[in-house]
């Protein structure tokens, strides 16, 4: 990966603490005090450390366990869909924290952070999570091969978690956390292939119901909140090896299911300015999944990538994936070199794209407003 992108991530934080000349304090890492004590984090497989476990979370991904699965950092699987770190874990240690303990983790020893502890935050995503409730898919006969959990899963655990709190670390929490709202939804249109709901229904149900969620965070007194848009989805390896090739945009992904998250996208952006407005006190920053993704299509050699659709993990031609013999399965195999790919198992990315996405959101110019900005509001107190 070329010297300026390691880099970005690396000393976005830092430098932007450092040009606004704070106070610092003893960082190992850093060199100054961290902006945020705790992160808190929710989403689905794609920001994932642990809820989920073999068996538990996309259709046809059932070998999450199993290695090859955390081959590149962890040497071994810590139940994240990667060869190795995640978006969310690249945000950790740039705040110069540990890797977030999934919340199932609490109270035992969870795959890839050690003994777990809640000291600074806690990952509440889980692999194959829908936006809409599970409730809906069942009413439509769609519960085949999904799981049931939600973001009113997720919520309603964040929930039980802050019962076990005294009032002043609830307020605590609220002022020094970061609350990393990751990639969700995908999973919603996913579920709905096929049938007779049509995705403009599953865009306004997911748009309506994941607003009323962030309200909900946001009355309970979050004030720093970054949300991930959907990624380029069209560009998956899944997608890819699924849609028809006169299914395809210029980029050579497939157009309607771009379409699809582009669409979305834009509705979600409509809904946070909305929020902004009505939360003045409160940094909404928007994470442009699908532009820093299709940013990564296009120029593939300046982030050290030379396979764009091609999974690192699987087997069969002419995309290294068969839905029935996935990553982790006896007939799959593993590329040498993960970071030279975007996709990982057909669905999830590799550690190296995670860690562009992070560099890029945290670091570049893929998020309104940018980064920089809302740590400049945590860090004068606002």
């Known amino acids: 990966m070329p010297f300026s992108i390691s880099l970005t991530l690396a000393t976005a934080v830092s430098v932007a603490i450092l040009f606004l000349s704070t106070i610092s304090s003893a960082s190992p890492t850093l060199g100054v005090r961290r902006p945020f004590n705790r992160i808190y984090a929710f989403g689905d497989s ?28 962890f040497k071994r699987p810590t139940n994240r869909y990667s060869d190795g770190r995640l978006t969310i874990d690249f945000v950790a240690q740039s705040m110069n924290l540990p890797f977030l303990p ?26 194959g999570a829908t936006v809409i409730k599970h409730a809906f898919f069942a009413e439509n006969n769609l519960t085949l091969d999904m799981t049931p959990e939600s973001l009113e899963t997720e919520l309603g655990w964040f929930e039980k978690y802050l019962e076990t709190l005294g009032t002043s670390q609830k307020v605590s929490l609220f002022e020094d956390s970061l609350f990393w709202i990751g990639e969700i939804g995908v999973n919603d249109y996913a579920y709905t292939v096929g049938s007779t709901v049509s995705s403009d229904t599953i865009r306004e149900l997911s748009i309506t119901t994941y607003t009323r969620f962030l309200e909900t965070l946001l009355n309970k007194g979050v004030r720093h909140m970054v949300v991930q848009g959907h990624p ?3 560009c998956l390896t899944l997608a890819m090896s699924l849609a028809g090739e006169d299914d395809r945009d210029y980029l050579g992904c497939v157009q309607s299911v771009n379409n699809q998250s582009y669409t979305h996208n834009l509705a979600l952006q409509y809904k946070l300015k909305e929020l902004r407005i009505k939360y003045p006190n409160v940094t909404i920053v928007y994470a442009d999944y699908w532009n820093a993704y299709r940013e990564v299509i296009k120029n593939p050699s300046k982030y050290g990538i030379s396979e764009k659709f091609k999974a690192c993990c699987g087997t069969g031609e002419p995309y290294n994936f068969q839905v029935f013999e996935t990553c982790g399965s006896d007939t799959a195999t593993a590329c040498k070199d993960p970071s030279r790919h975007i996709n990982w198992d057909g669905v999830h990315l590799t550690e190296g794209m995670y860690k562009v996405m992070a560099d890029m959101f945290l670091g570049g110019s893929f998020t309104r407003p940018k980064f920089s900005y809302l740590l400049n509001k945590k860090l004068k107190g606002l």
Not at 102 to 127: E, I, K, Q
């Open 46 to 73: 794609f920001t994932d450390t642990g809820n989920s476990r073999a068996g538990e979370g996309p259709a046809g991904f059932g070998h999450l366990s199993s290695f090859p699965y955390g081959m590149t950092y």
């Open 232 to 234: 380029a989805t069209g």
């Open 102 to 127: 999934p919340y199932l983790s609490l109270r035992s020893t969870d795959g890839g952070n050690g003994t777990a502890t809640d000291s600074y935050g806690v990952n509440f995503a889980v692999s």
